[in-house]
């Protein structure tokens, strides 16, 4: 099992950053790629970012350019810096690790981001 928790929520005013952190324990040697996903109220949980072991990245439409995922394989580590934060970026966001050869999804708790107007 692949245990993930993230850190860096909160509150912040529009155009403003955050930096989220994800930190994963248990059976590492499973991890592929990692990523975010969020989830607004009332939607369904959408792709942020995605990363491979390798350091390949890419990013959903609406946070191109504002945001950079990051990931310290010797830290066991996945980063989130986002900048420009708009209102439609409030949601929970979800840390994501995928095993490939077992076929798996792991989750995080999931930590609230809200960007007031």
């Known amino acids: 099992q692949v245990q993930l928790v993230e850190s860096g929520g909160g509150l912040v005013q529009a155009g403003g950053s955050l930096r989220l952190s994800c930190v994963a324990s248990?059976?590492?040697?499973?991890?592929?790629?990692m990523g975010w996903y969020r989830q607004a109220p009332g939607k369904q949980r959408e792709l942020v970012a995605r990363?491979?072991?390798?350091?390949?990245?890419n990013y959903g439409d609406s946070v191109k350019g504002r945001f950079t995922i990051s990931r310290d394989n010797a830290q066991n580590a996945m980063y989130l810096q986002m900048n420009s934060l708009k209102p439609e970026d409030t949601a929970v966001y979800y840390c994501?690790?995928?095993?490939?050869?077992?076929?798996?999804?792991?989750w995080g708790q999931g930590t609230q981001v809200t960007v007031s107007s």
């Open positions: 994501n690790a995928r095993s490939v050869t077992y076929s798996q999804d792991y």
């Open positions: 248990g059976s590492i040697a499973r991890i592929d790629a």
């Open positions: 990363i491979t072991s390798g350091g390949s990245a």
